[in-house]
């Protein structure tokens, strides 16, 4: 079983969308999945329970507290996506981190959110296994424009940083409209959304080694 913790400290960043499509990726690879929701919006239940239909259902599992999770999880699974609510810090996530093999960080390219990662990763830093290296945490730069200023600049920040970034995902609103039908980038195969699909590649490579 491999456990990914999905964790931002600001709302908005991007971290039920993927959580949402790390989940659905997995389930299409033929991994039974369990999509663990610890935020009290329960965007990602309500996601999982739209896919309920499909051969690449995920399992949705929502908790209301950190303390005891894992024994909800049943014994078969192969892998779990865990999506804590937004401004959850690294002292309060020690029963998701204990169980984790990776943390996965989005942040949107400004100024604000990058400063708000910064104190979140602060946290983090305390938690022995991320202090240590033994568990791993990966950026993903979210809704980038790579082509503006804005965009460069922020990843060139956040390269000089001790976590490595990991992917960058191009700014589209297709995740939007595929959130609100339980799908997924992963769902389709147009020449638009393989482009996009190849975004990912990087973090599902890290992911592996993680």
Do not use: C
Request: glycine share 6%.
């Amino acid at each position: 079983m491999k456990t990914i913790l999905v964790a931002s400290s600001k709302g908005g960043a991007g971290k039920t969308t993927l959580a949402t499509n790390l989940a659905a990726n997995f389930a299409l690879d033929g991994k039974r999945t369990v999509l663990v929701d610890a935020d009290p919006q329960g965007s990602s239940m309500r996601w999982a329970e739209r896919r309920a239909d499909m051969d690449s259902a995920v399992l949705p599992i929502a908790v209301s507290r950190a303390r005891g999770w894992h024994k909800q999880l049943p014994p078969d699974v192969e892998r779990v996506v865990i999506d804590v609510a937004a401004g959850t810090m690294g002292d309060s996530l020690g029963p998701f981190l204990e169980e984790a093999d990776a943390v996965v960080v989005p942040v949107l390219p400004s100024g604000l959110d990058i400063d708000a990662t910064s104190g979140f990763l602060s946290s983090l830093a305390s938690v022995p296994r991320v202090h240590s290296r033994e568990l791993p945490v990966g950026l993903v730069v979210n809704r980038s424009k790579p082509w503006t200023n804005a965009s460069q600049q922020a990843v060139e920040m956040l390269n000089s940083w001790p976590y490595p970034v990991v992917a960058q995902l191009r700014d589209t609103q297709a995740y939007v409209l595929m959130a609100g039908l339980g799908r997924s980038l992963f769902d389709y195969r147009s020449q638009q959304v393989r482009d996009h699909q190849a975004d990912w590649e990087p973090l599902f490579k890290w992911l592996k080694k993680a």
